[in-house]
């Protein structure tokens, strides 16, 4: 969080943790 304040009030920042190719877990969107 320490960049946070950096980037522009528009800007999207993206992260995908995959822990098992082809499991059957569910998204998790999350909107700061």
Request: net charge negative; aromatic share 10%.
């Amino acid at each position: 969080m320490d960049a946070y304040p950096y980037f522009p009030g528009d800007t999207v920042h993206v992260a995908v943790v995959d822990p098992g190719v082809g499991s059957d877990r569910r998204a998790v969107a999350l909107e700061l």
